[in-house]
């Protein structure tokens, strides 16, 4: 089947034999991407809305896959620890976390691809009890995608590695995605610096993020 490099890559990230929710699956293809791949013992994929929920059920009728229309992790069973969060913002992403904290003591790995917000997807995850085990940066429909594998268990990151990923500068598409957002971050500057709103201690704590990310 053919699926886009950025779900491959969410597939990668799975470990061998795990149990795997996927929130807000859509229509089922990393499914059956990961059953085609036998990468993963048992399958959850939950959707919150009826359209999309309609459409996973037709796709996925013919696999072994178990369906539920509910709330982000609300109905996950006790067996699953696996977490995939793929393709929404990352305020969503974690507000669904966070929301069913206690679902997660048997939860070994959370995979993530949040559209924007990455910093605050860094911090939630790593204060809810774990450490991210590897990043890679996707550039797809014309946007960088960052896909996160954390695991159980506790590191202190510093201020760029929240803000930018963990070792993601060793990462092929870095510099390219530096500079881009080298150049959306200037922007930002110039018309914050023309605005009403711009006060000193705001120019200079953006100039200070972008010597941060030139010095990376
Ligand atoms: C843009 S799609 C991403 C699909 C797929 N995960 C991907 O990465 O390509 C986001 C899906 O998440 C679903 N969704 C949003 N909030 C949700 C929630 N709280 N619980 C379950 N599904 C949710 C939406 O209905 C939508 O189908």
């Given at each position: 089947m053919k699926i886009s490099n950025r779900l491959k890559v969410i597939a990668s990230f799975i470990k061998?034999?795990?149990n795997v929710i996927d929130v807000g699956a859509d229509h089922g293809l990393l499914e059956?991407?990961?059953l085609e791949q036998n990468k993963a013992n048992s399958l959850f994929a939950v959707e919150n809305k009826i359209g999309p929920f309609t459409i996973l059920k037709n796709?996925?009728?013919?696999y072994k896959v178990d369906l539920s229309l509910s709330d982000g992790i609300s109905e996950m069973p006790e067996h699953v620890d696996t977490i995939v969060i793929a393709g929404m913002g990352g305020i969503l992403i974690s507000d669904i976390l966070k929301a069913h904290k206690e679902k997660l003591t048997n939860v070994k790995q959370i995979v993530v691809d949040a559209h924007r917000d990455n910093r605050l997807v860094r911090e939630t995850i790593t204060n809810l009890g774990y450490y991210i085990e590897k990043e890679q940066i996707v550039f797809e429909n014309n946007k960088y995608y960052f896909v996160i594998?954390?695991?159980k268990g506790h590191k202190k990151y510093s201020e760029d590695e929240l803000e930018w990923g963990y070792k993601t500068n060793k990462d092929p598409l870095f510099e390219d995605?530096?500079?881009h957002e080298l150049n959306?971050?200037?922007l930002n500057l110039v018309k914050y610096r023309s605005s009403e709103r711009a006060t000193k201690v705001g120019i200079e704590t953006k100039e200070a993020k972008i010597r941060?990310?030139?010095?990376?």
């Open positions: 061998d034999n795990s059956i991407y990961l796709n996925l009728k013919d594998s954390f695991l995605y530096k500079e959306t971050l200037s941060r990310l030139m010095n990376l």
